[in-house]
Every structure is written in C-alpha cells, then in structure tokens.
C-alpha cells in the first residue's frame, strides 16, 4: 500500500530523514517509534505532502505521490493529530462531514456516514452530533478527530501522536477502542508514537527509528525476543522485555480448558503447585481473569492474591479453564 524508497528529507544541509526504506502492507497497523527529534514524524507528513521529502520515491499503490494532485492526495488519506485539529466555531458533525463535503458528497450520504462513526466510536449521534469541540472532554474531542479523519473513507490513515496529551486511563481506553474499529474496518495505518507499550499494544509492524534512520522494523514479538542493538533493548525497557512480552501474550491461548468452575474438580496433582496447599485451594474461591487478559495481568493479579491458580472466564463471565503459575513461567509467544 505504501513504499519508501531511498527517502531523505534535508534542512539546510542537516538530514532529519536519512535515507530509509519502508514498505507497509495494505491492512497493515505500522508504529513509528523512538526518542523525540528522530525523524518519525517526518516520515508521517511527508507521506501526505505535508512536508515534501528531498529525495528518493514514495509510492501509494505503486503511484509515485507527487503524481497525484495535492489536495486530492490528502481527501484520500485520513489524517489525526494529537490536538485533534477540529474546528472551534463547527459542531462536531460538520467537523466530521469536512472531507465528505469536499468530495462533494450527497448530504444524507454525509450525515449517514457521520452517524456511523459517531456509533462506531460510542458517541451517541443525538448526544454528540450538535456539540462544539469545546463542550467535549479530551478523549471525546480525540475520538471525533478520529471520526474525521476516517469520515472519506480513505484507504490510509496517518496518526501522530494522537492520544498523546490524553491521561492514562483516557488513552487506554482509546488505544482498545482504535484496536476494535481496526478490527472491523482493516484500513492501512501508519502511527507515530514515542511510547513503546502503546506501540507494542497496537502494531502489527513495528519500525524503531534513531537520528533519521531505521534501527529495526519487525513484528512486535520479533522486536522484543530479538532487539538488534542496546538501544533498541533499552528503548524497550531492558530487562523488562519479558513482562512486555507477556503483555503480547493473551489468556486464551495459554490456560487449560476445564469443563467445571470448581477447583477441586480440576486435576490439581498435574498442576505442579508449589508452595499452596491442596486442601485449602479445594475450598478457596480462585481470582479470576478473562480470555481476553494478557498473562501479563494474569501474573498481577496473582501477585496480588498471592496464589498460583487463576480461573478464566469466557465474555459472559463463565468460567471455561485456568491457569498456574507455571503455565504462564513455560509459555512460549505464537506470533
């Protein structure tokens, strides 16, 4: 879907992008991450003609971009900024409607498609759609920059940094909701960020970057069971690759199925336990965690009750298995 070949971009002779090339995938989630100043964000806009590069070639469908006309290069790329960029003095369903209004868009088309990504985004039309950006909260006002930039349909969508000045829980739960849509609508996503477990959370392809250069590029697991210098090992957090890699790694995968939600029905002698009592875990209620959890969870939460055994449970908060200790110490990542 998109290609950088031999790209540089230079400010008065100084590199900010030297020489990298990149290929993402249609449908791919690719993350560009790494300290400030190190040439990602550059990348981002010069794939949209917001900053032209000063060498090399970048290709969307095998169409070098300066063939096409500027502005109708960007109606076909959605693009969302960290302070959303929304216009102050437009409802939110104006705001929406912008790009659909440039392509000259039917009106009910427009309205109907601003009624689809304000549901889609859990922002009710008939709540949301009259508001001005100033009655929104940050993550509200985010999620709409969002709605924008996907409201033409384009086949790419550029994000820089686009949850960055959101606090913590806020931007969880916008990296969830990006993750859901993503998984419904399967659109081509190049995101920059210099948080590496929001990358690791969302990428499918992962390109480290330092100085203006490509690093490393790879799966995130790649990534974290192969680092291929110091800095990219401390850039994911040292010795702390191992807890990252679990929080790649879902329940679902790892537990053991068990047909009952009663620990003494479970085959406890194979479970290999130490140091917990049989007896007491007989008729001891276990914590519980989802399918959905990353073992990463798993092991807190177990910390936390300090116990070895952890019921799962399905979406309707059935329990469907466990899992011990030392099913997650053994788990080996499948992707």
């Given at each position: 879907?998109?290609?950088?070949?031999?790209i540089?971009?230079?400010y008065d002779q100084?590199?900010?992008?030297?020489s990298i090339?990149?290929?993402?995938?249609k449908?791919?989630?690719?993350?560009l991450?790494?300290?400030?100043?190190?040439?990602?964000?550059?990348?981002?806009?010069?794939?949209?003609?917001l900053i032209?590069?000063s060498?090399?070639?970048i290709?969307?469908?095998d169409?070098?971009?300066?063939?096409?006309n500027?502005?109708?290069?960007?109606?076909?790329?959605?693009?969302?900024?960290?302070?959303?960029?929304?216009?102050?003095?437009?409802?939110?369903?104006?705001?929406?409607?912008?790009?659909?209004?440039?392509?000259?868009?039917?009106e009910?088309?427009?309205?109907?498609?601003?009624?689809?990504?304000l549901?889609?985004l859990?922002?009710?039309y008939?709540?949301?759609a009259?508001k001005?950006?100033?009655?929104?909260?940050?993550?509200q006002?985010?999620?709409?920059?969002v709605?924008?930039?996907l409201?033409?349909?384009?086949?790419?969508?550029?994000?820089d940094?686009?949850f960055?000045?959101?606090?913590?829980?806020?931007?969880e739960?916008?990296?969830?909701?990006?993750?859901r849509i993503?998984?419904?609508i399967?659109?081509t996503?190049?995101?920059?960020?210099?948080?590496?477990?929001?990358?690791l959370?969302?990428?499918?392809?992962?390109?480290?970057?330092?100085?203006?250069k490509?690093?490393?590029q790879?799966?995130?697991?790649?990534?974290?069971l192969?680092?291929?210098?110091?800095?990219v090992s401390q850039?994911?957090?040292?010795?702390?690759?191992?807890?990252?890699?679990a929080?790649l790694?879902?329940v679902?995968?790892?537990?053991v199925v068990a047909?009952s939600?009663?620990?003494n029905?479970?085959?406890?002698?194979?479970?290999?336990?130490?140091?917990?009592?049989?007896?007491?875990?007989?008729?001891?209620?276990l914590a519980s965690?989802?399918?959905?959890?990353?073992?990463r969870?798993?092991?807190?939460v177990?910390l936390w009750?300090q116990?070895?055994?952890?019921?799962v449970?399905?979406?309707?908060?059935q329990?469907?298995?466990?899992?011990?200790?030392?099913q997650?110490?053994?788990?080996?990542p499948?992707g």
């Amino acid at each position: 879907m998109i290609e950088l070949q031999n790209i540089s971009k230079y400010y008065d002779q100084v590199s900010a992008v030297d020489s990298i090339d990149l290929k993402i995938n249609k449908g791919e989630f690719c993350v560009l991450v790494g300290t400030s100043g190190c040439g990602k964000s550059t990348t981002l806009r010069m794939i949209n003609r917001l900053i032209p590069h000063s060498a090399g070639k970048i290709l969307i469908e095998d169409q070098e971009i300066n063939s096409f006309n500027e502005q109708t290069l960007r109606r076909r790329i959605g693009y969302a900024i960290q302070n959303t960029g929304l216009f102050p003095h437009w409802s939110v369903e104006k705001n929406i409607g912008t790009v659909p209004r440039l392509l000259k868009w039917p009106e009910k088309r427009i309205q109907e498609r601003v009624i689809e990504l304000l549901e889609l985004l859990n922002l009710p039309y008939a709540e949301f759609a009259h508001k001005y950006p100033s009655e929104l909260s940050g993550g509200q006002a985010q999620r709409v920059g969002v709605a924008r930039a996907l409201a033409g349909d384009p086949d790419i969508l550029l994000m820089d940094e686009p949850f960055g000045a959101l606090d913590p829980i806020t931007r969880e739960s916008l990296q969830n909701e990006l993750l859901r849509i993503q998984q419904q609508i399967h659109k081509t996503i190049v995101f920059v960020t210099h948080d590496m477990d929001e990358a690791l959370k969302l990428a499918n392809h992962i390109v480290v970057m330092d100085q203006g250069k490509i690093i490393q590029q790879a799966s995130p697991y790649e990534l974290l069971l192969n680092p291929a210098s110091d800095f990219v090992s401390q850039l994911l957090g040292g010795e702390d690759r191992g807890l990252k890699q679990a929080g790649l790694m879902r329940v679902g995968e790892y537990m053991v199925v068990a047909s009952s939600t009663h620990i003494n029905d479970l085959d406890i002698k194979n479970l290999d336990i130490k140091n917990v009592e049989t007896n007491k875990l007989a008729t001891k209620p276990l914590a519980s965690v989802s399918t959905h959890d990353s073992l990463r969870f798993a092991l807190s939460v177990m910390l936390w009750h300090q116990c070895e055994l952890l019921t799962v449970v399905d979406d309707q908060q059935q329990p469907v298995g466990y899992i011990s200790l030392q099913q997650i110490m053994q788990a080996k990542p499948h992707g």
